[in-house]
């Protein structure tokens, strides 16, 4: 990343020129990036693979205005803050499934950076803590998003706890874009992989939270949730329009569906 780079990045997160690389900055940074940058799965259904490298992802978010999964959201992120100044890392984390036990460990990429102690950066986990986490205690934290706690897991590991429940497990030691690769191409491709097994996009919001999964628009605000059906494909790209900022000719289910019976008759 360069200068040029840097300063299209901070407009597309609606963020001023940085002062210095301070907490200050990482939480500004951190909130706006939720509030301004999609967490979508459009180019998985539409059946578009994409490269895990930095400069796509920065192509993506920069110059295409588009979202992504946390591979491309934290991956772009990193680049954002080590130009600013500070000092980032990669850490792989196992997300925990709904009877308490953690996936495999590279199913999530999140961020520690290094100020005053480590913190956790996590831009791409959908609904999750807003500001930055602290990962030195295990005394709770109040964010927007909930009540956060990080908790020693052993062999060096971090499980990070919102309102009680596990949501994933860090990993001690650093890791490298590259290593990812073998997950973000499951995540991919594979039918039971939950990033390829429906649309979503999801935005934070100053009150709560915004997300189109399929045809249902589900808002929360003020602690108050209300769903709509949209009626037909017409109303769910303008959704994506108007709401995401994402400009699409069809819906992604809609090519998803399309490609999924192409796929059905030649192996017919």
Not at 42 to 52: A, D, E, M, N
Not at 191 to 215: I, K, Q, Y
Request: aromatic letters at 10%; glycine letters at 8%; one cysteine or more.
């Amino acid at each position: 990343m360069d200068q040029r780079m840097m300063r299209a990045y901070l407009d597309r997160i609606g963020a001023p020129a940085p002062r210095a690389a301070d907490l200050d900055t990482l939480r500004e940074l951190h909130q706006r990036h939720l509030y301004h940058v999609p967490w979508e799965n459009i180019y998985t259904r539409l059946g578009t693979p994409v490269t895990l490298d930095e400069d796509v992802f920065l192509d993506k978010l920069v110059r295409l205005r588009r979202g992504g999964g946390c591979y491309e959201l934290n991956g772009a992120f990193a680049a954002l803050l080590r130009e600013i100044g500070y000092e980032v890392t990669l850490l792989a984390a196992a997300v925990f499934e709904e009877d308490g036990t953690p996936v495999f460990p590279l199913d999530h990429l999140v961020l520690r950076v290094d100020l005053d102690g480590p913190w956790l950066v996590d831009v791409g986990f959908g609904q999750f803590n807003v500001f930055p986490l602290r990962m030195d205690t295990d005394e709770p934290q109040r964010d927007p998003g909930g009540e956060f706690r990080v908790v020693e897991a052993g062999h060096g590991d971090l499980d990070v706890y919102c309102d009680g429940s596990p949501r994933y497990r860090v990993e001690a030691h650093p890791r490298r874009l590259r290593d990812f690769v073998p997950s973000w191409d499951w995540h991919q491709v594979s039918p039971e992989s939950f990033w390829n097994a429906m649309d979503l996009c999801s935005l934070s919001t100053p009150d709560g939270r915004v997300t189109l999964h399929g045809n249902r628009l589900i808002t929360t605000s003020g602690g108050r949730t209300t769903e709509v059906t949209l009626e037909d494909e017409q109303a769910v790209v303008a959704a994506y329009r108007d709401i995401f900022g994402i400009d699409l000719d069809r819906s992604p289910g809609a090519c998803y569906a399309e490609r999924f019976a192409t796929t059905e008759s030649l192996n017919a």
